[in-house]
Protein backbone atom coordinates (compact mmCIF):
# COMPACT_ATOMS: atom_id res chain seq x y z
CA UNK A 1 0.00 0.00 0.00
CA UNK A 2 2.81 2.42 0.71
CA UNK A 3 4.28 2.20 -2.57
CA UNK A 4 1.32 2.68 -4.27
CA UNK A 5 0.52 5.78 -2.18
CA UNK A 6 4.19 6.78 -3.21
CA UNK A 7 3.53 6.35 -6.99
CA UNK A 8 0.14 8.42 -6.55
CA UNK A 9 2.12 11.27 -4.84
CA UNK A 10 4.54 11.59 -7.65
CA UNK A 11 1.89 11.34 -10.24
CA UNK A 12 0.46 14.21 -8.16
CA UNK A 13 3.74 16.02 -8.01
CA UNK A 14 4.03 15.73 -11.86
CA UNK A 15 1.30 16.85 -12.44
CA UNK A 16 0.96 19.94 -10.60
CA UNK A 17 4.27 20.74 -11.05
CA UNK A 18 3.65 21.11 -15.25
CA UNK A 19 0.12 22.52 -14.33
CA UNK A 20 2.14 25.53 -12.28
CA UNK A 21 4.70 26.49 -15.10
CA UNK A 22 1.48 27.87 -16.98
CA UNK A 23 1.47 26.44 -20.36
CA UNK A 24 -0.77 23.14 -19.02
CA UNK A 25 -3.57 25.24 -19.83
CA UNK A 26 -3.03 25.07 -23.56
CA UNK A 27 -2.46 21.58 -23.74
CA UNK A 28 -5.20 19.69 -24.62
CA UNK A 29 -7.85 22.33 -24.96
CA UNK A 30 -7.82 22.83 -21.36
CA UNK A 31 -7.73 26.51 -20.86
CA UNK A 32 -11.20 26.55 -22.94
CA UNK A 33 -12.44 23.24 -21.86
CA UNK A 34 -12.01 25.25 -17.86
CA UNK A 35 -14.01 27.98 -19.21
CA UNK A 36 -16.92 25.86 -20.66
CA UNK A 37 -16.51 23.16 -17.63
CA UNK A 38 -17.35 26.12 -15.04
CA UNK A 39 -20.47 27.37 -16.95
CA UNK A 40 -21.74 24.16 -17.57
CA UNK A 41 -21.14 23.68 -13.80
CA UNK A 42 -23.34 26.93 -12.47
CA UNK A 43 -26.10 25.66 -15.28
CA UNK A 44 -25.75 22.27 -13.70
CA UNK A 45 -26.22 23.62 -10.27
CA UNK A 46 -29.36 25.40 -11.13
CA UNK A 47 -31.04 22.98 -12.75
CA UNK A 48 -30.55 20.52 -9.43
CA UNK A 49 -33.04 22.58 -7.69
CA UNK A 50 -35.57 22.07 -10.67
CA UNK A 51 -35.45 18.68 -11.01
CA UNK A 52 -35.91 17.89 -7.08
CA UNK A 53 -39.34 19.42 -7.74
CA UNK A 54 -40.43 17.27 -10.68
CA UNK A 55 -39.30 14.22 -8.60
CA UNK A 56 -41.67 15.05 -6.38
CA UNK A 57 -44.37 14.93 -8.78
CA UNK A 58 -43.13 11.94 -10.62
CA UNK A 59 -41.61 13.79 -13.34
CA UNK A 60 -38.34 12.25 -13.75
CA UNK A 61 -37.08 14.08 -17.11
CA UNK A 62 -34.83 16.40 -15.75
CA UNK A 63 -32.76 13.29 -14.10
CA UNK A 64 -32.32 11.12 -16.81
CA UNK A 65 -30.69 14.40 -18.74
CA UNK A 66 -28.61 15.37 -15.70
CA UNK A 67 -27.86 11.62 -15.30
CA UNK A 68 -26.97 11.57 -19.16
CA UNK A 69 -24.85 14.08 -18.70
CA UNK A 70 -22.96 12.63 -15.65
CA UNK A 71 -22.39 9.98 -18.23
CA UNK A 72 -20.96 11.62 -20.79
CA UNK A 73 -19.05 13.69 -18.52
CA UNK A 74 -17.17 10.29 -16.71
CA UNK A 75 -16.98 8.76 -20.84
CA UNK A 76 -14.86 11.82 -21.82
CA UNK A 77 -12.29 12.40 -18.63
CA UNK A 78 -9.95 9.62 -18.94
CA UNK A 79 -9.42 10.85 -22.50
CA UNK A 80 -8.65 14.55 -21.28
CA UNK A 81 -6.58 13.12 -18.10
CA UNK A 82 -3.33 11.16 -18.76
CA UNK A 83 -1.45 9.89 -16.33
CA UNK A 84 1.98 12.53 -15.58
CA UNK A 85 3.77 9.26 -15.33
CA UNK A 86 3.48 6.52 -17.89
CA UNK A 87 1.92 3.15 -16.77
CA UNK A 88 4.36 1.27 -19.29
CA UNK A 89 7.25 2.59 -17.85
CA UNK A 90 6.10 1.14 -14.23
CA UNK A 91 5.41 -2.26 -15.19
CA UNK A 92 9.24 -2.98 -14.86
CA UNK A 93 8.59 -2.70 -10.95
CA UNK A 94 7.11 -5.17 -9.09
CA UNK A 95 3.25 -3.74 -9.29
CA UNK A 96 0.79 -7.02 -10.13
CA UNK A 97 -1.83 -5.57 -12.46
CA UNK A 98 -4.58 -4.70 -10.09
CA UNK A 99 -1.96 -2.47 -8.16
CA UNK A 100 -1.06 -1.10 -12.16
CA UNK A 101 -4.93 -0.71 -12.27
CA UNK A 102 -5.73 0.78 -8.80
CA UNK A 103 -2.50 3.96 -9.70
CA UNK A 104 -4.33 4.85 -12.90
CA UNK A 105 -7.95 5.08 -11.37
CA UNK A 106 -5.89 7.17 -8.42
CA UNK A 107 -4.33 9.00 -11.25
CA UNK A 108 -7.56 9.56 -12.96
CA UNK A 109 -8.64 12.14 -9.40
CA UNK A 110 -5.57 14.13 -9.66
CA UNK A 111 -7.08 16.61 -12.27
CA UNK A 112 -9.45 19.56 -11.45
CA UNK A 113 -11.69 19.08 -13.89
CA UNK A 114 -12.28 15.13 -11.79
CA UNK A 115 -13.11 17.61 -8.96
CA UNK A 116 -15.77 18.88 -10.88
CA UNK A 117 -17.15 15.54 -12.23
CA UNK A 118 -17.24 14.04 -8.96
CA UNK A 119 -18.66 17.09 -7.53
CA UNK A 120 -21.48 16.83 -9.98
CA UNK A 121 -22.10 13.44 -9.45
CA UNK A 122 -22.50 13.59 -5.93
CA UNK A 123 -24.02 17.17 -5.58
CA UNK A 124 -27.03 14.66 -8.06
CA UNK A 125 -27.77 13.18 -4.63
CA UNK A 126 -29.48 16.82 -3.59
CA UNK A 127 -33.20 15.96 -6.05
CA UNK A 128 -32.95 12.44 -5.27
CA UNK A 129 -33.13 13.01 -1.70
CA UNK A 130 -36.52 14.52 -2.40
CA UNK A 131 -37.78 11.59 -4.65
CA UNK A 132 -40.60 9.11 -3.13
CA UNK A 133 -37.87 6.41 -2.66
CA UNK A 134 -34.58 8.81 -1.56
CA UNK A 135 -32.17 6.02 -0.17
CA UNK A 136 -33.31 3.89 -3.49
CA UNK A 137 -32.60 6.70 -5.76
CA UNK A 138 -29.33 7.72 -3.85
CA UNK A 139 -28.02 3.91 -4.10
CA UNK A 140 -29.08 3.25 -7.98
CA UNK A 141 -27.04 6.64 -8.91
CA UNK A 142 -23.74 5.50 -6.88
CA UNK A 143 -24.17 2.68 -8.94
CA UNK A 144 -24.71 4.29 -12.38
CA UNK A 145 -21.99 6.74 -11.38
CA UNK A 146 -19.39 3.72 -10.82
CA UNK A 147 -20.63 2.15 -14.11
CA UNK A 148 -20.06 5.16 -15.66
CA UNK A 149 -16.66 5.48 -15.04
CA UNK A 150 -15.73 2.04 -15.41
CA UNK A 151 -17.33 2.71 -18.86
CA UNK A 152 -14.54 6.05 -19.36
CA UNK A 153 -12.22 3.80 -18.32
CA UNK A 154 -12.37 1.23 -20.73
CA UNK A 155 -13.05 3.12 -23.71
CA UNK A 156 -10.00 4.98 -23.20
CA UNK A 157 -7.89 1.86 -22.56
CA UNK A 158 -9.40 0.10 -25.66
CA UNK A 159 -8.39 3.44 -27.87
CA UNK A 160 -4.84 1.87 -27.31
CA UNK A 161 -5.38 -1.34 -29.11
CA UNK A 162 -5.66 -1.29 -32.86
CA UNK A 163 -8.37 -3.62 -33.74
CA UNK A 164 -10.55 -2.40 -30.92
CA UNK A 165 -10.16 1.08 -32.16
CA UNK A 166 -11.67 0.51 -35.45
CA UNK A 167 -14.91 -1.63 -34.31
CA UNK A 168 -15.78 1.52 -31.21
CA UNK A 169 -15.26 3.68 -34.50
CA UNK A 170 -18.09 1.25 -36.20
CA UNK A 171 -20.33 1.64 -33.20
CA UNK A 172 -20.21 5.25 -32.92
CA UNK A 173 -21.31 5.29 -37.00
CA UNK A 174 -24.02 2.41 -35.92
CA UNK A 175 -25.23 4.54 -33.29
CA UNK A 176 -25.46 7.95 -35.35
CA UNK A 177 -26.79 6.38 -38.26
CA UNK A 178 -29.65 4.80 -35.80
CA UNK A 179 -30.17 8.21 -34.13
CA UNK A 180 -30.03 10.26 -37.62
CA UNK A 181 -32.96 7.32 -38.70
CA UNK A 182 -35.22 8.16 -36.00
CA UNK A 183 -34.65 11.82 -35.79
CA UNK A 184 -35.61 11.92 -39.68
CA UNK A 185 -38.89 8.77 -38.95
CA UNK A 186 -40.78 10.65 -35.75
CA UNK A 187 -38.65 13.87 -34.14
CA UNK A 188 -39.90 12.84 -30.91
CA UNK A 189 -38.59 9.06 -31.52
CA UNK A 190 -35.26 10.02 -29.89
CA UNK A 191 -36.73 10.62 -26.40
CA UNK A 192 -38.51 7.08 -26.85
CA UNK A 193 -34.67 5.44 -27.11
CA UNK A 194 -33.57 7.18 -23.76
CA UNK A 195 -36.03 4.86 -22.09
CA UNK A 196 -34.14 1.68 -22.83
CA UNK A 197 -30.61 3.53 -21.10
CA UNK A 198 -29.35 2.60 -17.81
CA UNK A 199 -30.52 6.08 -16.56
CA UNK A 200 -34.13 4.76 -16.45
CA UNK A 201 -33.38 2.42 -14.19
CA UNK A 202 -32.26 5.30 -11.57
CA UNK A 203 -35.60 7.33 -12.62
CA UNK A 204 -37.48 4.13 -11.42
CA UNK A 205 -35.28 3.52 -8.14
CA UNK A 206 -36.32 7.44 -7.41
CA UNK A 207 -40.32 7.38 -7.94
CA UNK A 208 -40.55 3.69 -6.42
CA UNK A 209 -40.91 1.95 -9.63
CA UNK A 210 -39.57 -1.95 -9.14
CA UNK A 211 -36.48 0.18 -6.99
CA UNK A 212 -35.50 -3.52 -5.60
CA UNK A 213 -35.24 -4.84 -9.38
CA UNK A 214 -33.32 -1.50 -10.93
CA UNK A 215 -31.08 -1.83 -8.51
CA UNK A 216 -30.60 -5.54 -8.87
CA UNK A 217 -30.57 -4.41 -12.90
CA UNK A 218 -27.77 -1.74 -11.83
CA UNK A 219 -25.31 -3.83 -10.02
CA UNK A 220 -25.72 -7.01 -12.75
CA UNK A 221 -24.64 -4.12 -15.16
CA UNK A 222 -21.86 -3.31 -12.96
CA UNK A 223 -19.93 -6.56 -13.11
CA UNK A 224 -19.44 -6.81 -17.25
CA UNK A 225 -18.45 -3.50 -16.85
CA UNK A 226 -15.38 -3.66 -14.56
CA UNK A 227 -14.89 -7.28 -15.63
CA UNK A 228 -14.08 -4.93 -18.92
CA UNK A 229 -12.08 -2.23 -17.64
CA UNK A 230 -9.77 -5.20 -16.05
CA UNK A 231 -9.70 -6.85 -19.18
CA UNK A 232 -9.31 -3.78 -21.43
CA UNK A 233 -6.47 -2.78 -19.10
CA UNK A 234 -4.60 -5.55 -19.61
CA UNK A 235 -4.54 -5.65 -22.76
CA UNK A 236 -3.60 -2.15 -22.98
CA UNK A 237 -0.93 -2.89 -21.17
CA UNK A 238 0.25 -5.73 -23.54
CA UNK A 239 -0.41 -4.18 -26.82
CA UNK A 240 3.25 -2.47 -27.83
CA UNK A 241 2.73 0.08 -30.92
CA UNK A 242 4.38 -1.60 -33.96
CA UNK A 243 7.19 -0.61 -34.93
CA UNK A 244 7.92 -2.27 -38.12
CA UNK A 245 7.89 -0.31 -40.94
CA UNK A 246 4.92 -1.52 -43.17
CA UNK A 247 3.70 0.45 -46.83
CA UNK A 248 0.07 1.35 -45.40
CA UNK A 249 -2.76 2.87 -47.93
CA UNK A 250 -2.11 6.00 -47.16
CA UNK A 251 1.56 6.27 -48.78
CA UNK A 252 -0.35 4.57 -51.45
CA UNK A 253 -2.41 7.51 -51.83
CA UNK A 254 -0.50 10.41 -51.15
CA UNK A 255 2.90 9.41 -52.17
CA UNK A 256 3.41 12.77 -54.13
CA UNK A 257 6.46 14.29 -55.72
CA UNK A 258 8.99 15.26 -53.77
CA UNK A 259 10.06 15.39 -50.23
CA UNK A 260 6.98 17.11 -48.90
CA UNK A 261 4.90 14.18 -50.67
CA UNK A 262 6.58 11.59 -48.05
CA UNK A 263 6.45 14.02 -44.83
CA UNK A 264 2.36 14.23 -45.63
CA UNK A 265 1.55 10.58 -46.07
CA UNK A 266 4.02 10.26 -42.49
CA UNK A 267 1.84 13.30 -41.12
CA UNK A 268 -1.25 12.28 -42.06
CA UNK A 269 -0.99 9.23 -40.33
CA UNK A 270 -0.30 11.01 -37.44
CA UNK A 271 -2.83 13.24 -37.52
CA UNK A 272 -5.53 11.10 -37.87
CA UNK A 273 -4.70 9.61 -34.47
CA UNK A 274 -5.89 12.46 -32.66
CA UNK A 275 -8.89 12.74 -31.40
CA UNK A 276 -9.73 16.27 -32.50
CA UNK A 277 -10.87 15.61 -36.24
CA UNK A 278 -13.38 13.65 -35.48
CA UNK A 279 -15.12 16.43 -33.61
CA UNK A 280 -14.89 17.90 -37.78
CA UNK A 281 -16.57 14.71 -38.81
CA UNK A 282 -19.32 15.18 -36.96
CA UNK A 283 -19.85 18.79 -38.10
CA UNK A 284 -19.50 17.17 -41.56
CA UNK A 285 -22.35 14.79 -40.79
CA UNK A 286 -24.20 17.55 -39.23
CA UNK A 287 -23.56 19.97 -42.37
CA UNK A 288 -24.18 17.02 -45.23
CA UNK A 289 -27.71 16.19 -42.80
CA UNK A 290 -28.60 19.36 -43.15
CA UNK A 291 -27.65 20.30 -47.01
CA UNK A 292 -29.38 16.83 -47.85
CA UNK A 293 -32.88 17.35 -45.66
CA UNK A 294 -33.44 21.06 -45.87
CA UNK A 295 -35.84 22.75 -48.13
CA UNK A 296 -34.32 25.82 -48.35
CA UNK A 297 -30.52 25.58 -47.31
CA UNK A 298 -27.99 28.79 -47.48
CA UNK A 299 -24.54 29.52 -48.09
CA UNK A 300 -24.31 31.13 -44.89
CA UNK A 301 -25.22 27.53 -43.41
CA UNK A 302 -22.93 25.99 -45.43
CA UNK A 303 -20.25 28.49 -44.26
CA UNK A 304 -20.97 27.98 -40.66
CA UNK A 305 -19.59 24.54 -40.87
CA UNK A 306 -16.66 24.78 -42.49
CA UNK A 307 -15.85 27.38 -39.80
CA UNK A 308 -16.21 24.92 -37.21
CA UNK A 309 -14.45 22.00 -39.21
CA UNK A 310 -11.52 24.51 -38.93
CA UNK A 311 -12.04 25.18 -35.34
CA UNK A 312 -11.59 21.19 -34.54
CA UNK A 313 -8.15 20.69 -36.91
CA UNK A 314 -6.93 24.50 -35.57
CA UNK A 315 -4.42 22.37 -32.41
CA UNK A 316 -3.02 19.84 -35.84
CA UNK A 317 -1.77 23.28 -37.40
CA UNK A 318 -0.95 25.33 -34.13
CA UNK A 319 1.17 22.53 -32.74
CA UNK A 320 2.37 20.55 -36.29
CA UNK A 321 5.04 18.87 -34.42
CA UNK A 322 3.70 18.05 -31.48
CA UNK A 323 3.65 13.75 -32.35
CA UNK A 324 7.50 13.78 -33.99
CA UNK A 325 9.99 12.14 -31.75
CA UNK A 326 13.43 13.40 -30.80
CA UNK A 327 15.50 10.87 -33.25
CA UNK A 328 12.35 11.62 -35.88
CA UNK A 329 13.49 15.64 -35.72
CA UNK A 330 17.00 14.13 -35.57
CA UNK A 331 16.72 12.64 -38.54
CA UNK A 332 15.44 15.64 -40.55
CA UNK A 333 19.13 17.37 -40.19
CA UNK A 334 20.16 14.08 -42.68
CA UNK A 335 17.56 14.81 -45.24
CA UNK A 336 18.34 17.06 -48.43
CA UNK A 337 15.05 19.07 -47.15
CA UNK A 338 14.95 22.71 -46.28
CA UNK A 339 12.88 23.47 -43.32
CA UNK A 340 9.90 25.03 -45.75
CA UNK A 341 9.48 21.33 -47.30
CA UNK A 342 9.38 20.09 -43.80
CA UNK A 343 6.42 22.41 -43.31
CA UNK A 344 4.74 21.98 -46.47
CA UNK A 345 4.65 18.59 -45.65
CA UNK A 346 2.96 18.98 -42.16
CA UNK A 347 0.55 21.87 -44.09
CA UNK A 348 -0.29 19.32 -46.93
CA UNK A 349 -1.36 16.49 -44.22
CA UNK A 350 -3.08 19.01 -42.34
CA UNK A 351 -5.55 20.28 -45.62
CA UNK A 352 -5.29 16.43 -46.82
CA UNK A 353 -7.28 15.63 -43.66
CA UNK A 354 -9.47 19.18 -43.77
CA UNK A 355 -10.25 18.44 -47.41
CA UNK A 356 -11.40 14.68 -47.03
CA UNK A 357 -14.24 15.84 -44.35
CA UNK A 358 -15.14 19.01 -46.61
CA UNK A 359 -15.27 18.14 -49.87
CA UNK A 360 -18.82 16.18 -49.21
CA UNK A 361 -20.03 19.88 -48.28
CA UNK A 362 -18.65 21.92 -51.25
CA UNK A 363 -20.36 19.11 -53.57
CA UNK A 364 -23.49 19.23 -51.55
CA UNK A 365 -23.14 23.12 -51.81
CA UNK A 366 -22.80 23.10 -55.71
CA UNK A 367 -25.70 20.51 -56.07
CA UNK A 368 -28.63 22.28 -53.59
CA UNK A 369 -27.34 25.97 -54.11
CA UNK A 370 -25.67 26.21 -57.48
CA UNK A 371 -21.65 26.32 -59.05
CA UNK A 372 -21.27 29.77 -57.94
CA UNK A 373 -22.49 29.10 -54.73
CA UNK A 374 -19.89 26.08 -54.30
CA UNK A 375 -16.84 27.73 -55.57
CA UNK A 376 -17.41 30.68 -52.71
CA UNK A 377 -17.24 27.98 -50.11
CA UNK A 378 -14.16 26.56 -52.31
CA UNK A 379 -12.76 30.21 -51.93
CA UNK A 380 -14.09 30.02 -48.35
CA UNK A 381 -11.93 26.87 -47.41
CA UNK A 382 -8.83 28.16 -48.88
CA UNK A 383 -8.57 31.34 -47.33
CA UNK A 384 -9.26 29.89 -44.08
CA UNK A 385 -6.56 27.14 -44.71
CA UNK A 386 -4.12 29.97 -45.47
CA UNK A 387 -4.86 31.84 -42.29
CA UNK A 388 -4.84 28.97 -40.10
CA UNK A 389 -1.46 27.79 -41.55
CA UNK A 390 0.13 30.79 -41.42
CA UNK A 391 -0.65 31.21 -38.08
CA UNK A 392 0.07 27.94 -36.95
CA UNK A 393 3.27 27.45 -38.41
CA UNK A 394 4.77 30.24 -36.45
CA UNK A 395 2.85 29.05 -33.37
CA UNK A 396 4.74 25.59 -33.98
CA UNK A 397 8.02 27.28 -34.34
CA UNK A 398 7.69 29.36 -31.11
CA UNK A 399 5.46 27.38 -28.95
CA UNK A 400 6.01 23.72 -29.46
CA UNK A 401 4.27 21.54 -27.31
CA UNK A 402 4.52 17.24 -26.77
CA UNK A 403 1.13 15.08 -27.93
CA UNK A 404 -0.14 12.26 -27.13
CA UNK A 405 -1.29 9.44 -29.73
CA UNK A 406 -5.31 8.92 -29.50
CA UNK A 407 -5.84 11.85 -27.15
CA UNK A 408 -7.05 15.57 -27.87
CA UNK A 409 -4.42 17.50 -29.20
CA UNK A 410 -2.27 19.73 -27.57
CA UNK A 411 -2.09 23.48 -28.38
CA UNK A 412 1.16 25.12 -28.25
CA UNK A 413 1.15 28.09 -26.01
CA UNK A 414 -0.87 30.11 -23.62
CA UNK A 415 -4.36 30.58 -23.74
CA UNK A 416 -4.45 33.99 -25.25
CA UNK A 417 -2.53 33.01 -28.19
CA UNK A 418 -4.58 29.87 -29.23
CA UNK A 419 -7.73 31.96 -28.50
CA UNK A 420 -5.94 34.27 -31.01
CA UNK A 421 -5.26 32.11 -33.43
CA UNK A 422 -8.84 30.30 -33.79
CA UNK A 423 -10.29 34.46 -34.04
CA UNK A 424 -7.70 35.55 -36.90
CA UNK A 425 -8.10 31.84 -38.25
CA UNK A 426 -11.77 32.07 -38.57
CA UNK A 427 -11.47 35.74 -39.77
CA UNK A 428 -12.09 34.63 -43.56
CA UNK A 429 -14.97 32.53 -42.88
CA UNK A 430 -16.96 35.36 -41.12
CA UNK A 431 -15.87 38.35 -43.26
CA UNK A 432 -17.33 35.89 -45.93
CA UNK A 433 -20.66 35.16 -44.19
CA UNK A 434 -20.50 38.93 -43.44
CA UNK A 435 -20.12 39.59 -47.59
CA UNK A 436 -22.76 37.35 -48.27
CA UNK A 437 -25.52 38.70 -46.41
CA UNK A 438 -24.61 42.83 -47.42
CA UNK A 439 -23.28 42.79 -50.85
CA UNK A 440 -24.28 38.93 -52.61
CA UNK A 441 -23.53 40.59 -55.73
CA UNK A 442 -19.85 41.50 -55.25
CA UNK A 443 -18.94 38.37 -53.45
CA UNK A 444 -17.25 36.42 -56.13
CA UNK A 445 -14.46 39.02 -56.78
CA UNK A 446 -14.20 40.14 -53.00
CA UNK A 447 -13.92 36.42 -52.11
CA UNK A 448 -11.26 35.92 -54.82
CA UNK A 449 -9.21 39.19 -53.56
CA UNK A 450 -9.42 37.80 -49.92
CA UNK A 451 -8.44 34.00 -50.86
CA UNK A 452 -5.26 35.62 -52.89
CA UNK A 453 -4.30 37.93 -49.71
CA UNK A 454 -4.72 34.73 -47.54
CA UNK A 455 -2.56 32.54 -49.89
CA UNK A 456 0.31 35.43 -49.98
CA UNK A 457 0.08 35.68 -45.84
CA UNK A 458 0.34 31.52 -45.72
CA UNK A 459 3.21 31.67 -48.16
CA UNK A 460 5.30 34.50 -47.08
CA UNK A 461 5.03 32.90 -43.24
CA UNK A 462 5.75 29.52 -44.70
CA UNK A 463 9.12 30.93 -45.87
CA UNK A 464 10.41 32.96 -43.01
CA UNK A 465 9.15 29.87 -40.38
CA UNK A 466 10.72 27.29 -42.43
CA UNK A 467 14.19 29.57 -41.90
CA UNK A 468 13.15 29.63 -38.47
CA UNK A 469 13.18 25.89 -38.03
CA UNK A 470 16.59 25.28 -39.50
CA UNK A 471 17.81 27.57 -36.55
CA UNK A 472 15.32 26.34 -33.61
CA UNK A 473 15.30 22.90 -34.72
CA UNK A 474 17.35 21.53 -31.45
CA UNK A 475 14.85 23.81 -28.85
CA UNK A 476 12.01 22.20 -30.53
CA UNK A 477 13.64 18.72 -30.24
CA UNK A 478 13.86 19.45 -26.27
CA UNK A 479 10.44 20.90 -25.78
CA UNK A 480 9.11 17.91 -27.52
CA UNK A 481 10.93 15.47 -25.64
Known amino acids: MDRLASIVSWQWRAYWRRFSRGKNLAIGHQGITAIVTVLIFFKYLRVLGSAGLDLTSGNTTRVRSLLAGIFLAWLVLPLISRPAISLRGLRHMPFSTTE ?10 IAPYSWIVVAASFALCYPLVQ ?10 ALLFIAMSCSTGLAVAQLLNIAVWRKRLFAFIVLVCAIAVYVLSREPSGFAQITW ?35 WSFRQSLASAREVRSRRRMDSLLFDLPGAAGGFAAKDF ?63 YALLPATGATILCGKNLAYMILVGVQLTPIIVLTCWRLGLSTGALTLLEVTSSAGVYLA ?13 EFFCFASVSGSLPEAIAGLVFGSLPGVLMIYLMRTTPGR ?37 IS
Not at 131 to 140: L, V
Not at 198 to 219: F, T
Open 391 to 403: WGNWMSMALPAKM
Open 269 to 331: RYFRTLLDPYFGLLATALGCLYLINSSAPSAVGASVVIVFVFISHAPLAFNSFGLDTRSGLNR
Open 131 to 140: APRPWAAITA
Open 196 to 230: MLPSKLVADASIGKNPMLAIGSLLLLNVPVFVAVR
Open 443 to 479: MIWLSLLISIVCVTLYYCATILSGRRFERKRQAIVGS
Open 100 to 109: LLSIRIASLL
